[in-house]
């Protein structure tokens, strides 16, 4: 599975942004498609997915209400509405792909086989 994320860039704390993705290559329907983010000096960390097996969507305490991860899967298409941007959430955002479907195996990053490049998202205040 190939992931091509796009989307980022720099905008003001309030603002809005929609993270594109593009999976490409065998059964990329059927991985849990998902969202993690790296902000400069911290570990990567899960932000959002939805689960192959039931499409259940998962968040991040920390955006819940303020971003939403859904997926076209006749375009092979992932995104992640992002609203109410804060400053804390400036990172480089990578897409993923993964077999595992549940929750707490989806929080892990060893559980994601496959990774886009990064896309930066800056907010300023």
């Known amino acids: 599975v190939q992931l091509q994320a796009s989307g980022g860039g720099l905008v003001q704390s309030g603002d809005s942004l929609t993270l594109s993705c593009a999976a490409s290559g065998r059964a990329s329907e059927s991985y ?5 983010r790296q902000a400069p000096g911290k570990a990567r960390e899960f932000v959002a997915a939805e689960s192959y097996r039931d499409r259940r969507r998962y968040y991040v305490d920390s955006v819940k ?5 859904s997926r076209d899967k006749a375009r092979n298409m992932v995104y992640l ?9 400036t990172a480089v955002y990578y897409c993923a792909a993964s077999g595992y479907y549940s929750y707490s195996d989806l929080l892990s990053t ?8 990064g896309t930066q998202v800056t907010v300023s205040s």
């Open 65 to 69: 209400g303020r971003f939403t991860v």
């Open 32 to 36: 849990s498609m998902g969202w993690f």
């Open 81 to 89: 509405q992002m609203n109410s941007l804060k400053p804390e959430d």
């Open 110 to 117: 060893i559980k994601w086989a496959y990774w886009g490049q």
